[in-house]
């Protein structure tokens, strides 16, 4: 089946600059995480949705980054006033919530943002 | 104090050995242990999941978890050269919510 994807795979933008970077989870997963990954580093949580919800933004670095689900499925991510300490691979996870313990994220293929 | 540390390596280890790759935390609160594979390039793909202490064998992987410790290990036995990769090792604290906090990851190379 298909897995988590994220669009663009690749964003080139200017200092200063809107984007935003999508990511569709997979079917009937409720959980969503974002992710942003820097060089030589792990994966660095930003904010994590259960349905609609934000249920927890605490990785945000910022006000500058904001995301929605709307739907409960689809999530956008989005970077305001972009500076070059943004870029980074932003992932976005997927997880299927229940009362079992197994608790796997499926990651997504990621988005190269680099801010010139 | 780094929440999640790992030697970042190179770690090299012969085709046919054992690598042992190693991760300690700092919340011991911490419940979930995790151990990711990230080629390079790729996203991270979960290669093994620990919650009591003691050892969990999957095939080749076996996940070590001491609490006391706050020390979690993955050993790879009969290394190939396709578990040439970086190793992430990844922590949560409790249910319900399943944030990652993630270490630096251990990049380790099988030498054929």
Redesign the interface.
């Known amino acids: 089946g298909a897995g988590v994807s994220q669009t663009p795979s690749n964003k080139v933008t200017e200092k200063g600059k809107y984007v935003e970077l999508r990511c569709d989870p997979i079917s009937g997963h409720t959980a969503l995480y974002w992710y942003r990954q820097s060089l030589g580093q792990g994966p660095e949580f930003l904010i994590y949705f259960q349905g609609t919800g934000a249920a927890d933004d605490s990785g945000l670095p910022n006000d500058r980054f904001f995301a929605v689900r709307p739907e409960g499925s689809v999530s956008t991510l989005k970077i305001q006033r972009t500076e070059r300490g943004d870029s980074a691979v932003y992932l976005c996870a997927s997880r299927w919530t229940s009362g079992r313990r197994n608790n796997e994220q499926f990651f997504g293929p990621g988005t190269r943002l680099t801010v010139l | 104090q780094k929440e999640?540390e790992q030697n970042?390596g190179p770690l090299s280890v012969p085709e046919g050995a054992i690598a042992s790759l190693n991760c300690t935390y700092s919340d011991r609160g911490s419940q979930?242990f995790f151990w990711y594979r990230q080629y390079s390039g790729?996203?991270?793909?979960?290669i093994m999941?620990i919650?009591s202490n003691g050892d969990k064998e999957d095939g080749r992987f076996t996940a070590q978890l001491n609490k006391a410790s706050q020390y979690v290990s993955l050993l790879i036995r009969d290394s190939q050269p396709s578990d040439s990769a970086t190793y992430?090792c990844?922590v949560?604290v409790g249910?319900g919510?399943?944030?990652?906090?993630?270490?630096?990851?251990t990049r380790l190379t099988i030498i054929p």
């Open positions: 999640v970042s979930s790729k996203s991270p793909e979960l999941f919650y992430l990844a949560n249910f919510n399943e944030k990652l906090t993630f270490g630096t990851g």
